[in-house]
């Protein structure tokens, strides 16, 4: 099997340290779609929460309802600037003892940073963990057969947040379930299962759990896909939660106060956001490459958005997540780059 790393094909990629493919891509997306494939998101950084007051301390800070998370629950938060704009994500896992926060590489010195300003006199102990552990994600349908006992979180963990009509995406969830296994914590999620592992035992829980590997590029073009947005591709200084589909699984309407919640409840009461993430189909005709995150998306020679992440995908082909203003049409004749882009109204 031939590795490729991310770093070998993207000099200076945000992602380097992961393998890109194992030889062959398109197989890798029919594997990740089709059936169940492992892919190596080492890359990601992990923040542990360890304190007795962790669960009710993070609930006062970020937009998630937390105070009731209990071990072997997760869900995912925002933290907001006072204007309400996005300025960390991270996915959670709770072990009855640490909440673990994974998030994008490069994102991790500024969560920690924002934990230990907030910390004050509580009762935690935030410390960087991407040493100690591992983030690997089983992706496809196949994922949760793996691991049979990864049922649905405890009623009430994370209580449902309530929105007007309309405005949750269908099949959103606001939680995650997680339970403990040998050797890490194994986490239901939209694409399958992540695992938390010790990075030391990386490749031993791989050669063990003998599933077909698949690289990240394979991962992405699923992802944008199934428009999942990620922080620092489909965001910039001015994203809201609210124009990247995060509202349903990250925010909680009937919580207490949090930081940006002014703009959230704004935005959700009194009209939609000035901006909205779509999928874009390009011609691919001016290059065979996927034009790099955040070129600007043109109508009539004005910009009206940008990408967040392109990819070729094995059946949609040449396909971008990005960013548009709120009013430009589904039919617009929309141009990046040299390209052609279309809005998928789908």
Known sequence: MTTVMIEDLEPGSADAGVPAHFGDPVREQ???????GLVDRSNREVIAVPGEERASWLHTITTQHLSALGAGEGTELLVLSPNGHIEQHALVAEDGTTAWLDTEPGAGAGLLKYLEMMRFFTRVEPRDATAEIAVLSLVGPGAAELFPELTEPRVGAVPDARFAAGS??????????????????ARRVPLGVDLLVPRARRDEVIEKLGVARAGLWAYEAVRVARGIPRLGWETDHRTIPAEIGLMATSVHMEKGCYRGQETVARVHNLGRPPRRQVLLHLDGVASDHPPARHTPVE???????????AVRHHELGMVALAVVKRNVPDDADLSVGESAAAIDAG
């Open 299 to 309: 109508l009539a020679g004005r910009a009206v958005g940008f990408i967040g992440t």
């Open 30 to 36: 029919r594997l990740l779609e089709t059936g169940v």
């Open 168 to 185: 949750v995406p269908p099949g959103a969830t606001s939680n995650y379930a997680v339970r403990p296994f040998e050797g890490g914590l």
